[in-house]
């Protein structure tokens, strides 16, 4: 498909605000973004920073892991929804320092 070369310039703009840190150079501190963030996420974007495969993502979403809202056939991911699914996922100490309390799985 060929595309115009204003096409492609407005393709590939992001908004400074929206832009993801550049995560070559040095750790990032997936908190602070998540928490900082003030619009809703698409998959990919999400996906990128949590360096994830954006299945993933659509996996979670479709079996209502992370709650997401669609605007027509977009998927957006709060940014809340996103910091609590990921804190829901992980171990040790929360952003808190609080110990987390993961629950007990019965045997089956």
Same mark, same amino acid.
């Given at each position: 498909?060929?595309?115009? +070369?204003? *096409?492609? #310039?407005?393709?590939?703009? =992001?908004?400074?605000?929206?832009?993801?840190?550049?995560? $070559?150079? %040095?750790?990032?501190?997936? @908190?602070?973004?998540?928490?900082?963030?003030?619009?809703? /996420?698409?998959?990919?974007?999400? +996906? $990128?920073?949590?360096?994830?495969?954006? #299945?993933?993502?659509?996996?979670?979403?479709?079996?209502?892991?992370?709650?997401?809202?669609?605007?027509?056939?977009?998927? %957006?991911?709060?940014?809340? *929804?996103?910091?609590? /699914?990921?804190?829901? %996922?992980?171990?040790?100490?929360? @952003?808190?320092?609080?110990? %987390? =309390?993961?629950?007990?799985?019965?045997?089956?």
């Amino acid at each position: 498909m060929k595309t115009s +070369a204003n *096409a492609r #310039r407005v393709l590939s703009f =992001v908004a400074p605000e929206q832009a993801l840190p550049n995560t $070559s150079s %040095r750790p990032v501190d997936i @908190h602070a973004v998540l928490s900082s963030r003030q619009t809703a /996420w698409k998959v990919p974007e999400l +996906a $990128s920073l949590l360096t994830v495969g954006r #299945r993933t993502l659509y996996d979670a979403v479709d079996s209502g892991q992370l709650p997401s809202f669609k605007i027509g056939i977009a998927v %957006r991911i709060s940014p809340s *929804a996103a910091l609590d /699914w990921l804190e829901d %996922r992980s171990t040790g100490l929360n @952003h808190r320092g609080q110990r %987390r =309390v993961l629950p007990r799985c019965t045997p089956i």
